[in-house]
């Protein structure tokens, strides 16, 4: 069965876009007027009884009907590896064994194996790939502040250990990153962001060449693109998307001289204050996607829907991706020397108040795995122990992190995206209590975050950690939390990147937690938080939503029992602010909107 399989050919008539439907919904009934049964009807009563119990979303069934089109919901079915189509594959050879004396790592020798691990990764580089395998023990890694770091940046590399258990295969970081300027993510080059100084890196290259233009406008859920010229492409190339915001004025950012950024936060209104969401980082607005098919010698056919209307006047380029791919890392620990003591930053303190670590350590420089200028790679059964930092993407996409547990000291954030879209993030178990165990910023879209759990509740008021889904400015757009358990959304960001987020986030079948905190008394029973609510309509914590304009609530529900608000109701409604539906109303028959995108777009 499909949905709007082709619905976006987008048919392109005289300015209008003709969808195609090839799908009928149907809609089965359940007769609840039979008394007389048989024994195995009436064993089977109970089930259907349940089944009558089950509610379809009105969001659903529009979206069947529209496709990701106006106000409807967004498509995330084309999120993570090879965009779901494929499994992660199992990579059998060739195999570069760390512990060979060809290279010469030794486990539980308590002496550096960095240059020794590295030596393998170059040596798969060399012949365009392999597994860089690591038997169980402890690897131990940047020891010193003077000593390398793990670096991979060439294609078709696989990380491998033995096991991300205690008696498995654990890289121990010894010494925190280098010092250095922290940027916006995606505003530098990774190479003088000191946050890509991690116990792993994966770095692509970032270079671009220009390969055409689009000749006309597209809007929201178009995928066929008129293009000046369609020579330079194939079909399942990975393209980069550039639009330029015709307004901004990057030396005198003004709220009023600003197009895009006002497009992705609407109904937000600005003011001068959240100058950096409307300034120089945001000029232009750069996204990876696919080519699907080369449809004629000026249309060509991506991927997946566009996110939002893109006309002429951005001037839509699209660039080649130089970066790397099919990167894997796997089956091992990551863990660090760092003794703890975190606060949310500030740095760490003796008695007498001398600075032992500074905020900056405290905050970045423990990091486990930064990913930059990468697609279609997985990170899959990974321990972080003791990490400030866990993993960054960074202008990549289609990567799958899944099966992944944080554990140890508390810190400042697990899985931070910046500047990355159609990534999956499922199965990550927060057993050490984080500030941000989930980040989305800077455009972030198309992210997919599914299966989470936090095994902790309640904010630490010491050291700011928390159960949040964090979007951290610059209007991050079109993501979709669902089947998380335990957790609300408590953003974070500076007043000069908010609001927190871009339009169209979709909160989908989550268990909020018993204790929400907020950022103070006013939390009360919200769904939703900001430290901000001053730059809201009514300056007043009841308009705290306003942070994140056009999202999509449904089937939130709470622990224990307890009601979960939005707005200070529990009522279903459609305002241009909010779509809220099934609001302390377990029982979603739509348990997974990503699982059944994914099963009825294909």
């Not at 809007?219 to 399942?236: A, M, N, W, Y």
């Not at 004629?296 to 991506?302: E, N, S």
């Not at 970066?323 to 894997?328: D, L, N, P, Q, R």
Request: hydrophobic residues 40%; contains cysteine.
């Amino acid at each position: 069965m499909q949905i709007l399989k082709n619905f976006n050919h987008a048919l392109i008539l005289k300015g209008m876009i003709i969808f195609i439907l090839p799908y009928f919904l149907s809609v089965g009934c359940y007769n609840a007027g039979i008394e007389k049964r048989t024994p195995a009807e009436k064993e089977g009563s109970a089930y259907l009884d349940e089944i009558a119990k089950k509610w379809t979303p009105s969001v659903w069934k529009a979206f069947v009907k529209n496709g990701p089109t106006g106000i409807h919901l967004p498509d995330f079915s084309r999120a993570g590896y090879r965009m779901g189509e494929k499994p992660i594959p199992e990579i059998e050879n060739p195999v570069f064994d760390v512990t060979n004396v060809r290279f010469g790592a030794v486990p539980d020798d308590d002496k550096e194996d960095t240059l020794a691990i590295q030596a393998a990764i170059d040596a798969a580089a060399t012949v365009g790939g392999g597994v860089v395998f690591l038997p169980k023990g402890r690897y131990d890694i940047h020891q010193t502040k003077a000593s390398p770091y793990l670096q991979i940046r060439s294609d078709r590399i696989v990380l491998r250990g033995q096991g991300s258990g205690k008696i498995g295969t654990t890289l121990f970081m010894g010494a925190p990153g280098k010092e250095g300027l922290v940027r916006r993510l995606g505003t530098v080059s990774a190479e003088i962001e000191a946050r890509h100084h991690t116990a792993l890196a994966v770095i692509g290259a970032e270079e671009r060449n220009e390969l055409a233009a689009f000749t006309q406008n597209v809007i929201r859920g178009q995928t066929d693109i008129p293009v000046t010229d369609t020579g330079k492409f194939s079909e399942g190339q990975i393209v980069t998307i550039v639009c330029s915001d015709p307004l901004i004025d990057p030396t005198h950012p003004a709220p009023n001289k600003a197009d895009i950024p006002v497009q992705l936060t609407t109904p937000f209104t600005f003011s001068p204050v959240q100058k950096d969401t409307f300034g120089p980082a945001v000029q232009t607005l750069s996204w990876i996607a696919g080519i699907e098919k080369i449809i004629d010698a000026h249309t060509i056919r991506l991927t997946r829907p566009a996110r939002f209307d893109q006309p002429l006047r951005y001037t839509p380029k699209i660039f080649s991706f130089n970066g790397i791919c099919e990167i894997g890392i796997e089956h091992l620990r990551i863990e660090s020397a760092w003794p703890g003591g975190y606060r949310h930053h500030k740095p760490f303190q003796a008695a007498d108040e001398k600075i032992i670590r500074t905020a900056r350590e405290q905050d970045y420089l423990w990091g486990g795995i930064w990913i930059s200028s990468a697609v279609n790679g997985w990170v899959q059964d990974v321990t972080f122990a003791d990490m400030t930092q866990g993993i960054i993407l960074s202008q990549s996409a289609q990567w799958t992190l899944k099966d992944l547990t944080f554990i140890g000291q508390e810190g400042h954030a697990g899985v931070t995206i910046g500047w990355g879209n159609d990534n999956l993030i499922k199965n990550v178990e927060f057993h050490a209590r984080l500030v941000h165990p989930v980040t989305l910023t800077m455009t972030a879209s198309g992210n997919v975050i599914t299966d989470c759990t936090a095994h902790y509740e309640g904010r630490n008021m010491h050291s700011g950690t928390d159960t949040a889904m964090d979007f951290h400015g610059i209007f991050p757009f079109e993501n979709l939390f669902e089947k998380m358990k335990g957790f609300y959304v408590c953003p974070g960001g500076d007043l000069s990147v908010l609001p927190h987020a871009g339009v169209r986030n979709v909160f989908w079948n989550i268990e909020a937690p018993a204790r929400i905190t907020g950022y103070g008394e006013y939390a009360k029973d919200s769904f939703v938080q900001t430290y901000d609510f001053v730059s809201t309509s009514s300056k007043k914590p009841a308009t705290m939503y306003e942070h994140y304009p056009q999202a999509f609530y449904i089937g939130i529900y709470r622990r224990g029992n307890r009601s979960i608000t939005l707005a200070g109701s529990t009522e279903d409604r459609h305002t241009r602010w909010m779509t809220v539906e099934g609001l302390n109303r377990p029982g979603i028959a739509v348990p997974s909107l990503y699982e059944l995108q994914k099963k009825e777009l294909r």
